[in-house]
Nanobody, 126 residues
Framework: QVQLVESGGGSVQAGGSLRLSCAAS????????LAWFRQAPGKEREGVAV????????DYADSVKGRFTISQDNAKNPVYLHMNSLKPEDTAMYYC???????????????????WGQGTQVTVSS
C-alpha cells in the first residue's frame, strides 16, 4: 500500500521560510505526478505546486509563484516544498499527493490524485 508522509510544518512569522518534505513508500512508478495541496478552514482545497517525475516539469498556483519551489532530487528521494516570504494567507494544512501520469504535464486538481498524505500544518503569523 502506497504511503505518503509529510513533515516540516510549523509556525513561522510572516516573511519567514519553511521546507516541507513528503516521503513516499511503495510508490515506484517511473512516470508520476507529485503535488502539494493546501486547505485552510472554510476554503477550498488549492493545488499549490506539482512536479512530474520524468523531466521535472513544474507548475504553481498564482498565489505562490516566485515564493514556493517544489523539487525532488530523484525518484527515491522525498519531494520538497520550499516556502519563502511566507504570508499569513499561506496558513493551511498542507497535503502531499501522488498519481501515476503518463502525460507530459501534471494537473493541479485534487480529484486527479489517487494517493494522499495525512497533512502537516503551516501557520504564519503577522
Amino acid at each position: 500500500q502506497v504511503q505518503l508522509v509529510e513533515s516540516g510544518g510549523g509556525s513561522v512569522q510572516a516573511g519567514g521560510s519553511l521546507r516541507l518534505s513528503c516521503a513516499a513508500s511503495r510508490f515506484a512508478y517511473s512516470s508520476a505526478c507529485l503535488a502539494w495541496f493546501r486547505q485552510a478552514p472554510g476554503k477550498e482545497r488549492e493545488g499549490v505546486a506539482v512536479i512530474h517525475t520524468v523531466g521535472g516539469a513544474t507548475d504553481y498556483a498564482d498565489s505562490v509563484k516566485g515564493r514556493f519551489t517544489i523539487s525532488q532530487d530523484n525518484a527515491k528521494n522525498p519531494v520538497y516544498l520550499h516556502m519563502n516570504s511566507l504570508k499569513p494567507e499561506d496558513t493551511a494544512m498542507y497535503y502531499c499527493a501522488a498519481t501515476i501520469q503518463y502525460g507530459a504535464s501534471c494537473p493541479r486538481r485534487g480529484t486527479d490524485y489517487v494517493y494522499w498524505g495525512q497533512g502537516t500544518q503551516v501557520t504564519v503569523s503577522s
